[in-house]
């Protein structure tokens, strides 16, 4: 199926977690990883490139000029109904007290694929009210040039 050429609905996404790092990174060595899904997201927020902006201010001109410097993929965050028993949330808490990379996995439901490597850096528990669910979000921070695998 080729990459959606119409709106999509976030429902059907998945995000997945693998310990390993790909030994090359490129879809190929990312697809050859074992992956566990993460159960109960309720949302996975934005990802995306992000540069910092550098201003240039010369005498000869008045305008700040910007130029683009470093940039970092994302810190997108992932709220989950609290599941702990759950192996993808498991792991991803053994992500969050590792200072070592893993390797994430977002999939659409049109069948792309966007992954990345990176750190679990939080993941904060809300009670919420009385008529809500114990939720967590998983805070991650991307450390890898994002790969993008759309479907054929």
């Given at each position: 199926?080729p990459?959606?050429?119409?709106?999509?609905?976030?429902?059907g996404?998945?995000l997945?977690i693998a310990?390993?790092?790909?030994t090359?990174?490129?879809?190929?060595?990312?697809?050859?990883?074992?992956?566990?899904v993460?159960?109960?997201?309720?949302?996975i927020?934005?990802?995306?490139?992000a540069?910092?902006?550098?201003p240039v201010?010369?005498?000869?001109?008045?305008?700040?000029?910007?130029?683009?410097?470093?940039?970092?993929?994302g810190?997108?965050?992932?709220?989950v109904?609290?599941?702990?028993g759950?192996?993808?949330q498991?792991?991803?808490l053994?992500?969050?007290?590792?200072d070592?990379?893993?390797?994430?996995?977002?999939?659409?439901?049109?069948?792309?694929?966007?992954?990345?490597?990176?750190?679990?850096?939080?993941?904060?528990?809300?009670?919420?009210?009385?008529?809500?669910?114990?939720?967590?979000?998983?805070?991650?921070?991307?450390?890898?040039?994002?790969?993008i695998?759309?479907?054929t």
């Amino acid at each position: 199926m080729p990459a959606a050429t119409k709106p999509q609905p976030s429902a059907g996404a998945t995000l997945s977690i693998a310990s390993a790092l790909p030994t090359t990174e490129d879809d190929t060595g990312y697809a050859a990883l074992t992956w566990v899904v993460v159960g109960e997201i309720v949302n996975i927020g934005e990802f995306s490139r992000a540069y910092n902006l550098v201003p240039v201010n010369s005498l000869s001109q008045r305008q700040t000029r910007n130029l683009k410097g470093s940039y970092t993929e994302g810190t997108p965050p992932v709220q989950v109904n609290y599941a702990p028993g759950d192996a993808g949330q498991q792991d991803m808490l053994e992500a969050l007290v590792s200072d070592d990379d893993v390797s994430f996995k977002i999939t659409l439901n049109d069948g792309t694929i966007f992954y990345n490597q990176g750190l679990v850096t939080s993941a904060p528990i809300s009670l919420g009210g009385v008529d809500e669910l114990v939720s967590a979000t998983f805070n991650l921070a991307f450390n890898g040039a994002m790969v993008i695998k759309y479907p054929t």
